[in-house]
Structure formats: C-alpha cells, structure tokens
C-alpha cells in the first residue's frame, strides 16, 4: 500500500469511528469557566490583549485561542478544531512511523488501535490544553522526520515552531527544554544533514520570541518562566504533606502563608500585594461563577511563600519528598481515562472504556476508588524499557532514523521528570501528550527487533539485503 492510500485510510477510519462515538453518545465539553487554567469571558471578551500581556498562571496561547473564539468564531468552533487536531495527531502518528520505516501493515494497525482508545476519546472532547500539546508534539515529530526525508527546509521550520509552540501553550514545556533539544537535534544533524544550518534563523526567531516571554514575565512579575506557579506545584509535594504544619510555623520554619492546600489561598494574603492595579486580569479575586481567579497578583507572593516552605521540607524531610514523588510516579503510570476531573466524558462510554483497557491496560473494575486504580503492567514495564531501549540504541546507531528517536526520547524523558517530581495532582493526564511518541518508539524497535530476526534467519542474501545494504548507505553518507 502506498503513503497516499494509508493517509487516506486513517482518514476514513476516523470519520467513522468519531460519527459513531457521537452516536453513542460522546459529545464536546466545552469552556468551563470554572477551569483554573483559564480568564473567565469578560477578560476574554472585552480586555483580551490586556490580559494576555499581564496573565502569569500561564503561557498565553490557550487563552488567546479562547478569546478569539469568543470574539470572533462560532460556538460550535472548538469542537470542529478539536476534530481536525484529531485528525491531525493520527495522521502524524502514521508518518512519523513510515518515514522510520515501519511496514505499512504494522503502522495503520498501531495507528488504529491508539485512533480507537478511550484516552484519545475523551481528551478530544475536553477543551483544555491536553489535546492541542499532543497535537503539537506529533507534528513537531511528523516535520522532522519529513525533513530528514526530503531535506526541504518548510518541514524543518515546522519543526522548530511547533516545539517553540508548546512553550507558550503548556507550563510543562519550558526553555530549558527548548534550548536542549534543539542543541540535541542540532548537534545530531550538523553534519548528517547540511541544509540543517538553512533553519538557524527559525531558530534564532523562535529562541527569541520564548526569550521575550520570559523576560516580560520576570519584568511584570519577578518570574523568569512561563509560569507563576512552580511554588504552588511544590507546595503540594511538600508542605502540604507534612503532619505538623502549624508547630514549624509557630516556631518560624515555615512561612505562614504555605500553610493550607495549594490551590486555597491564606485567608488573610488577599491584598498583600498592595493597592489594586486598575488591571482587571491582576485585581479581580474571583470569576463571575465564584471561583477563585488564579492570575490575581496576589498569588504570586503566594506562589513565592511556598516555594520557600518547599526547599525547607526538601533540606530538612527529604523522605516527606521521595514518598510524594514515589506516590507521583504511580499516578503517572496510571492510564489517563482514570484522571478525575474527565469523568464526566468517560463515564459516557464505560462498556469501551472497560473492555479496552481490561483488553489492553487490565486494570481494575469502575467501582474502585480513583486513588486505588493499580498500575498497568503494560506502562510499568513498557515505559522504563522504552527508556532504556531507545537510549541504547541511540548511543549505538547512526542511522537517519536517530534524530527523530533522539527528539522523541529527549522530551519523554523530560516530560516524566517534570511532571513526575513538580506535580502530584495530574500526572497521568499531564502524561497524555508524549503517548504518541510512546506508541511509536514501541513500533519502531518492535520493528526493529523482528527485522534482526528475520535478518538472522534469512542470512545475507536473505529479503533484508536491500535494505540493510540502503541502512549501511546511509550511514556511510551520514559519518
């Protein structure tokens, strides 16, 4: 079959298998003002560019989506782009795996099993930045490998802004990880691949655009990363762990204001920062619904108050640490249909949910609590043998496959430690994204390790000859 017909096969299977999820019931949950990572409608609506430049809860381009869809679009627009993200993802999935050199048969069945599984389900139908970071990582993944193909510099620029994309899009993906697998991809590539020195100005436009973000934080608000939060995400790993908060207050271990849950503010912090600002985004301390506005100023002297509580319990009860990373790990692990706050999506289709993953995942029944969901062993061994696997293989091959493994393996691995030791709330929903490169890597050197069986078998002269004899041509051409 050709790369055309595959595309279009995926195609069809899509649009079938969403017409009948729909049928069944599955429908969009749209915007809740409700959601902390969110401006409620009337910043969105009539102070949108305003808030944008003062919004330090997080990156800005969810929210900028957001208010130009209130703005501009219709209601039904989110759910139309959620589908084409859709569509998008499983389609990249498709040619990254064919452009490594998956068989075709083995690339549309990998393809179509993660296409039908309840994770891409229901985070398709979430609003929320999940889906939009999973699309563009995939097509981050698609470009590069294109570009190793075709050596055309269109993908390679698609490349590097879809990885600069994430960073003004999800907290997890911070600069730090953009300067090092972009240093990563070019180090691999320099001298493999020459038109990739054609792409030092996307880079360099890319590199600076994330600069100026960060600046313009820690110049508005002392914060030189794309969120306010960090402390508030630490604080939930380590104050909020301890059993004698008020006694290390009381004897001034802890600041006072790390006392509570991470996500309620101290009742006598509001106003802290000072007078209001004339800044609606800055001043309103709480959304039309009630809930508390996160982007307020003040939390920003909470987030900071917490932080310092964090490096206490880390110098002085680093056990307190390890066991809420430990605790963190298995969440991780955790398929992402188990995440609470999707429930209401997943509970729409329990009888698919319950037969795929007992088919796939066996974990345990619906009636168990959240917090007592096992981990499948599927993810617990599956996951560190990629780890390992890919970075063996790396370290040996110089194959044209290695840059795009190389990028995979980078952010899976980043990703993981983020999430696993910042967080404790959401890790297997924060997890969701990198899956995708997940099913892939699985594939590829699933691949691999029956092609040097059949290699084996079959001897020199056997069917792998040609390709085996194009591998070693294009490493010779690479070295």
């Known amino acids: 079959m050709s790369r055309r017909k595959a595309l279009v096969l995926i195609l069809i299977c899509y649009v079938i298998s969403r017409l009948v999820f729909f049928?069944?019931?599955?429908?969009?949950?749209?915007?809740?003002?409700?959601?902390m990572q969110v401006l409620e409608p009337i910043l969105l609506k009539q102070h949108l560019v305003q808030s944008l430049?003062?919004?330090?809860?997080?990156?800005?381009?969810?929210?900028?989506?957001?208010g130009i869809w209130m703005k501009f679009l219709p209601d039904y627009a989110p759910a139309l782009c959620f589908k084409v993200l859709g569509l998008g993802i499983n389609l990249c999935i498709l040619s990254v795996m064919l452009d490594l050199r998956v068989p075709t048969p083995l690339a549309l069945s990998a393809t179509i099993l993660f296409m039908l599984s309840p994770e891409q389900i229901v985070y398709e139908n979430w609003l929320f930045n999940s889906?939009?970071?999973?699309?563009?990582?995939?097509?981050?993944?698609?470009?590069?490998?294109?570009?190793?193909?075709?050596?055309?510099?269109?993908?390679?620029?698609?490349?590097?802004?879809?990885?600069?994309?994430?960073?003004?899009?999800?907290?997890?993906?911070?600069?730090?990880?953009?300067?090092?697998?972009?240093?990563?991809?070019?180090?691999?590539?320099?001298?493999?691949?020459?038109?990739?020195?054609?792409?030092?100005?996307?880079?360099?436009?890319?590199?600076?655009?994330?600069?100026?973000?960060?600046?313009?934080?820690?110049?508005?608000?002392?914060?030189?990363?794309?969120?306010?939060?960090?402390?508030?995400?630490?604080?939930?790993?380590?104050?909020?762990?301890?059993?004698?908060?008020?006694?290390?207050?009381?004897?001034?271990?802890?600041?006072?204001?790390?006392?509570g849950s991470e996500l309620e503010p101290p009742k006598d912090y509001y106003g802290a920062a000072g007078p209001a600002t004339g800044i609606p985004a800055l001043d309103r301390r709480f959304k039309e619904n009630g809930a508390s506005n996160y982007n307020h100023l003040d939390w920003v002297g909470i987030a900071r108050e917490r932080a310092i509580g964090a490096r206490w319990v880390w110098r002085h009860r680093p056990v307190v640490y390890l066991h809420a990373v430990w605790m963190a790990f298995?969440?991780?692990?955790?398929?992402?249909?188990?995440?609470?706050?999707?429930?209401?999506?997943?509970?729409?289709?329990?009888?698919?949910?319950?037969?795929?993953?007992?088919?796939?995942?066996?974990?345990?029944?619906?009636?168990?609590?959240?917090d007592r969901v096992p981990v499948p062993l599927a993810f617990a061994v599956g996951f560190p043998l990629i780890w390992l696997v890919s970075g063996v293989w790396l370290w040996r091959a110089s194959g044209p496959e290695r840059p795009v493994v190389l990028a995979m393996w980078l952010t899976v691995l980043y990703v993981t430690a983020t999430i696993v030791l910042f967080n404790d709330r959401e890790n297997n929903r924060l997890r969701t994204p990198i899956d995708p490169y997940y099913i892939i890597l699985a594939v590829f050197f699933?691949?691999?390790?029956?092609?040097?069986?059949?290699?084996?078998?079959?001897?020199?002269?056997?069917?792998?000859?040609?390709?085996?004899?194009?591998?070693?041509?294009?490493?010779?051409?690479?070295?």
């Open 53 to 66: 430049w003062y919004l330090h809860m997080q990156p800005p381009l969810m929210n900028l989506a957001l």
């Open 23 to 35: 049928w069944l019931g599955v429908t969009f949950w749209g915007y809740s003002i409700g959601d």
């Open 446 to 479: 699933a691949n691999l390790c029956f092609n040097g069986i059949k290699h084996t078998c079959t001897g020199p002269g056997g069917p792998l000859a040609k390709s085996n004899s194009r591998e070693r041509e294009c490493t010779g051409e690479c070295q």
């Open 330 to 370: 298995r969440v991780h692990l955790r398929p992402a249909t188990w995440y609470g706050y999707v429930g209401t999506i997943a509970d729409r289709m329990p009888w698919w949910r319950v037969f795929y993953e007992r088919l796939i995942l066996a974990p345990a029944s619906r009636e168990i609590p959240l």
């Open 131 to 259: 889906w939009p970071t999973m699309f563009l990582l995939t097509l981050a993944a698609c470009c590069l490998a294109r570009f190793f193909v075709t050596e055309r510099k269109p993908w390679g620029v698609g490349c590097i802004v879809s990885f600069g994309l994430l960073v003004f899009l999800n907290t997890t993906y911070q600069i730090v990880w953009f300067g090092a697998l972009v240093g990563a991809l070019v180090g691999a590539l320099y001298y493999c691949a020459p038109e990739f020195r054609r792409l030092r100005p996307a880079i360099g436009w890319t590199g600076g655009a994330i600069l100026a973000l960060y600046l313009k934080n820690f110049l508005l608000f002392g914060t030189f990363a794309t969120s306010s939060w960090f402390g508030i995400n630490l604080a939930g790993m380590t104050t909020s762990a301890l059993m004698d908060q008020d006694r290390l207050v009381a004897a001034g271990k802890l600041p006072a204001y790390s006392l």
